[in-house]
């Protein structure tokens, strides 16, 4: 089925979908696993996207919480990029995801001397390493390698630890100080039921497009490291679960049952959210007025759902300081100063707002 929809409407659509407005969820564990993964490299800014997602805003240290008693695990899975992913959601990330991972490393695997009997060799050492609760970092679990196992300085220890979560040995353990330490994924995550690859795929795409769209089968390629072919193959079996709408004469996926149109949202948007980051053209994002190549993708201040400005933040003892640069609005607009407000709500610290020169 193919319907109109105007370009305003599609934003709504995805800013209910993606739990940035409206969103009835006050655990952590739950908003990443309704949205199936959230990029996760930056970890206190990826943090921040999940209390952009909980009612009533949640705080810091809840979503921390999360992290460290393993009901949020961060791994790499998708792109070969750090992922937050729910405990219960880890198995099915990693059986659609981890071959096509594996295929992007493939360069890198060569480069570094890394053939397949040897990083097997490694997941089996270091999966013995941590049996029985036993967190470490990747320094500790360097410092008690074989000589020659890895080399001191350079990549090859960060690919074998990589090699190690996407063939389901390890995941994130709980953090020391600010340092992140590596677990068992058998003794972070519970069992979950097997599921067929064919099962697996459709479930995992349409999770996707229940949580982004409306979204492209690009925007699904991009995000997701999955080929075309794949999505096809995922669609075909999904059958009449997804619809189709133009609200730019391109055709976007939706799924029948998702989210109504809802109300809209300003918010100061964190590195790599998925508000950005689930898209590969996000010209939807972008005022009318602008370019949208010209406008900032990651700490961007988000305006009623279109991207209006850009904010960097200093840390302080009791307070944090954020620095905003507007496209047209000002500084002191009731929405700006509410979402500069919130942010320091999440973190427990009063806000001191001042208007800069962020670079963008």
Same mark, same amino acid.
């Given at each position: 089925?193919?319907?109109?929809?105007?370009?305003?409407?599609?934003?709504?659509?995805?800013?209910?979908?993606?739990?940035? +407005?409206?969103?009835?969820?006050?655990?952590?564990?739950?908003?990443?696993?309704?949205?199936?993964?959230?990029?996760?490299?930056?970890?206190?800014?990826?943090?921040?996207?999940?209390?952009?997602?909980?009612?009533?805003?949640?705080?810091?240290?809840?979503?921390?919480? =999360?992290?460290?008693?393993?009901?949020?695990?961060?791994?790499?899975?998708?792109?070969?990029?750090?992922?937050?992913?729910?405990?219960?959601?880890?198995?099915?990330?990693?059986?659609?995801? /981890?071959?096509?991972?594996?295929?992007?490393?493939?360069?890198?695997?060569?480069?570094?001397?890394?053939?397949?009997?040897?990083?097997?060799?490694?997941?089996?050492?270091?999966?013995?390493?941590?049996?029985?609760?036993?967190?470490?970092?990747?320094?500790?679990?360097?410092?008690?390698?074989?000589?020659?196992?890895?080399?001191?300085?350079?990549?090859?220890?960060?690919?074998?630890?990589?090699? /190690?979560?996407?063939?389901?040995?390890?995941?994130?353990?709980?953090?020391?100080?600010?340092?992140?330490?590596?677990?068992?994924?058998?003794?972070?995550?519970?069992?979950?039921?097997?599921?067929?690859?064919?099962?697996?795929?459709?479930?995992?795409? +349409?999770?996707?497009?229940?949580?982004?769209?409306? =979204?492209?089968?690009?925007?699904?390629?991009?995000?997701?490291?999955?080929? +075309?072919?794949?999505?096809?193959?995922?669609?075909?079996?999904?059958?009449?679960?997804?619809?189709?709408?133009?609200?730019?004469?391109?055709?976007?996926?939706?799924?029948?049952? /998702?989210?109504?149109?809802?109300?809209?949202?300003?918010?100061?948007?964190?590195?790599?959210?998925?508000?950005?980051?689930?898209?590969?053209?996000?010209?939807?994002?972008?005022?009318?007025?602008?370019?949208?190549? /010209?406008?900032?993708?990651?700490?961007?201040?988000?305006?009623?759902?279109?991207?209006?400005?850009?904010?960097?933040?200093?840390?302080?003892?009791?307070?944090?300081?954020?620095?905003?640069?507007?496209?047209?609005?000002?500084?002191?607009?009731?929405?700006?100063?509410?979402?500069?407000?919130?942010?320091?709500?999440?973190?427990?610290?009063?806000?001191?707002?001042?208007?800069?020169?962020?670079?963008?």
């Amino acid at each position: 089925m193919t319907a109109g929809l105007a370009l305003a409407d599609l934003r709504r659509l995805r800013l209910a979908h993606q739990l940035l +407005v409206g969103s009835p969820l006050t655990d952590p564990a739950a908003v990443v696993s309704t949205l199936v993964a959230m990029q996760a490299q930056e970890y206190a800014m990826a943090r921040w996207a999940i209390g952009l997602r909980l009612a009533g805003g949640g705080s810091d240290d809840e979503v921390e919480s =999360a992290c460290d008693d393993g009901r949020i695990l961060r791994v790499h899975a998708l792109r070969p990029t750090w992922h937050f992913v729910a405990a219960q959601d880890i198995r099915l990330v990693l059986q659609v995801t /981890a071959k096509r991972v594996h295929q992007a490393n493939a360069f890198m695997y060569r480069s570094l001397d890394l053939d397949t009997r040897r990083m097997d060799r490694f997941a089996g050492f270091v999966g013995d390493l941590l049996a029985g609760g036993n967190h470490m970092t990747r320094n500790e679990i360097r410092a008690v390698l074989p000589a020659g196992w890895a080399e001191e300085k350079g990549f090859q220890m960060a690919y074998l630890m990589m090699y /190690a979560e996407l063939e389901g040995v390890v995941v994130s353990g709980a953090r020391r100080g600010n340092q992140n330490t590596y677990a068992l994924l058998d003794e972070r995550a519970a069992p979950t039921p097997a599921r067929s690859d064919e099962e697996a795929l459709a479930e995992f795409v +349409v999770r996707y497009l229940r949580t982004r769209g409306p =979204a492209t089968i690009p925007d699904l390629t991009t995000w997701s490291g999955l080929t +075309v072919t794949q999505v096809k193959k995922a669609l075909s079996l999904l059958c009449d679960e997804v619809t189709t709408v133009e609200p730019d004469g391109r055709a976007y996926l939706l799924v029948e049952d /998702a989210a109504p149109l809802a109300g809209t949202r300003s918010f100061l948007m964190p590195d790599y959210d998925e508000y950005g980051m689930a898209y590969k053209d996000r010209s939807a994002l972008a005022h009318p007025d602008h370019g949208y190549r /010209a406008l900032p993708w990651n700490r961007a201040v988000v305006v009623d759902g279109v991207i209006a400005g850009a904010w960097q933040r200093t840390l302080r003892p009791d307070s944090v300081t954020v620095e905003i640069s507007m496209t047209d609005l000002e500084v002191d607009d009731p929405r700006v100063v509410a979402a500069a407000e919130e942010y320091a709500r999440f973190l427990g610290r009063a806000l001191d707002l001042r208007s800069a020169t962020v670079e963008w």
